[in-house]
């Protein structure tokens, strides 16, 4: 497939070293590790592994992994077997590996996991420090250890719960693979990355030994000298080197017809193998392994699949800083690099001037980018240092750190994903700078040096996609809400005032018993029609009030029997047929000044709408 440059992806916002600084850079040999391999044995892998090709992906790991490392091999079912004692890994321990590789199989009833983990921790098989130890598990499927699906479910939780958060204080990490799509990613990648390790999906069985040495590499990063096309330059300090050589994609290719020509032009093929090679061909893959190696160019004469690399064992190191599962915007990634000879750190001018060192980003669908780390100065404490904090789309990706020394060659690879956490500013993977994607070219892309980034920085001028639009509506209702309940207050408060003042009046002495009757009537017809303006007209509606019960006063007197049937004139006086309009009015301006009228809308969204939104 045709490569994409990208000016680089790398938006990469590239701290200058001067920012790094404040943190720590020094950078060391890293401590010899622990690898334990948890195999799943349960009885679907007969569907997604019908070749048993778990076998020859166990022996890879075997022969891959560096001498001095500790290691074992579990298989497990319903139950947890010790495949491979755990121990320092020896030529003896490599043959008792590739031996017992026979062994796996796909006859278990269930798939205890979370047992198989335990059993791979006790604590009789090391300390309880586990700070350098990493679980490379491989399943095709749920936890599963009951027929009753809550019990599964159950031992889930404790998985993620209980076992889990221990190994993390320990200091462990988990590295698991899915096979097939019967696996429970979700579950899997928790446990990846609450422990900081990396998971990954086979997606066929042909694919799962590629899985597997990534989640090695992942554990225990290889020492590489690159390949460029099919050749490969070995310098005089490599003592022996491995060329690790996978099938196509689909597992096609024929390892047959394969040949590694040397630097002084003669030709080695299986069919003859001189003193210092070792010839490995697995169904999916070949391993090529050179003891003393002549310096120089080596040629591989065949088809190279993806992933294949040649790995050495030198005295001479380049060592690259832990690379994160996954990185984003908030949480950046750290690039530092740094050279050593046996156990020191080179810090010779003269060595590190002539280096030519260089980032390679490349996602899954081929594009890619590079950015050169090394200058004109050779840093003076031979570390050099770059911070990746943004790229113009998110999803998995690969990192290559490449060393050009002129006469040696090294690189490193790694595999991580970069991520825009929910709600964080930023843009989706396929809407960040498409303008920064060169168009597709049919020679091999040149990518200039160093990296103009201003372009980068265009997503991040981008505007945020706003959401208070969503969230205003309900903001405006509360406040007509708030705006109503202070108006039935204010309304409460005119009642009150009016009736105490109304009550105040009718307690005078020339009226004692009027004062008791009156407001068992008249309140309820007057409530209604109290407004805003009731406190200012008062006192003069109480005058006429009084005036009126004085002539009542002389009805009373004149026909005692009749004064029950007729109407109470304080009342009429206080709701006269000329002022029922005005009520009324009062009314209307009553809403007026409690409703939506009186505030200011126009910078909110159109509440019917989202209502009709949120109902479609």
Known sequence: MPKFSMLI????????????????????????ADVRIIVDISGSMKKNDPGN??????????????????????????????????????????????????????????????????????????????????????????????????????????????????????????????????????????????????????????????????????????QQIPIKGNAFTVDSGVSEFTALIFRHGNGSGSASNLELIRPDGKEISFSGLPAGVRWVKEADYTLITVDEPLAGEWRIKGDLGEGSRVTVVSDLKMIVSDIPASFSPDKPMNLRIAFFEGDDKIVNPDFLQVLNVSLVVTFEDGRSGTKVLSGDQAPVDG????????????GRLSIDVVADGKTFARKFSAVTEFVIPDGAAGLPADDIAPDVIAPEVNEEPVIESPIDITLAEQPVVAEPVAVEPEEKPGFSMWLVLAAGA????VLGLLIWLFLKRRNNDEAAPEQPELAQEVPEDAVPDTIPEISAEVEADTETEVETEGDQGDSEQESLAKDADDIADEDIPVADSVVEADELPEAEKTDDEDDDEFGLEDFDLSEFDDPSSDDDKQKK
């Open 9 to 32: 992806l790398l938006s990469l916002f590239i701290m200058p070293g001067a920012l790094l600084a404040e943190e720590t850079r020094e950078l060391t040999l890293p401590a010899a």
């Open 53 to 222: 090709l778990r076998q020859p992906a166990v022996r890879l790991l075997a022969r891959m992994l560096p001498e001095g490392t500790q290691a074992g091999v579990w298989t497990f079912g319903q139950y947890v077997n010790m495949l491979v004692p755990h121990a320092e890994v020896t030529d003896e321990w490599r043959k008792l590996a590739i031996d017992r590789s026979g062994q796996i199989n796909s006859v278990a009833l269930r798939t205890n996991l979370g047992k198989a983990i335990e059993v791979a921790s006790d604590s009789y098989i090391t300390s309880d420090d586990l700070s350098n130890t990493h679980y490379i598990l491989l399943t095709d499927g749920e936890v599963d250890i009951s027929s009753n699906p809550r019990r599964n479910q159950q031992e889930e939780t404790r998985i993620l719960e209980t076992i889990l958060p221990k190994l993390v204080k320990r200091g462990a990490r988990l590295h698991p693979v899915g096979l097939s799509s019967e696996a429970d990613a979700e579950f899997l990648k928790q446990l990846a990355s609450e422990s900081g390790g990396r998971f990954q999906i086979a997606e066929s069985a042909s694919a799962l030994s590629r899985a597997f040495y990534e989640a090695l590499n992942s554990a225990i990063p290889q």
């Open 383 to 394: 570390i050099y240092a770059d911070t990746i904090e943004s790229l113009p789309a998110t």
């Open 486 to 489: 202070i108006g039935l207050l």
